[in-house]
């Protein structure tokens, strides 16, 4: 599909739009895999036994 050719009808869109339009592939693929790597990274949870109660006397 082309986009603001002459001589087609099919779609006509402002050059700003074509614009915004053909940026979002891109960032969508190179934010997929960053997105992907900080959720594995920050969304891992660590199961730890719970501590035994401290032997210390708190005053």
Request: net charge positive; proline share 12%.
């Amino acid at each position: 599909m082309r986009l603001n050719s002459p001589g087609t009808h099919v779609l006509v869109l402002g050059n700003h739009t074509v614009a915004v339009l053909s940026t979002i592939a891109p960032m969508a693929l190179g934010g997929t895999p960053h997105l992907h790597i900080l959720v594995t990274r920050h969304g891992r949870t660590q199961h730890r036994p719970p501590r035994p109660p401290s032997r210390r006397l708190h005053r």
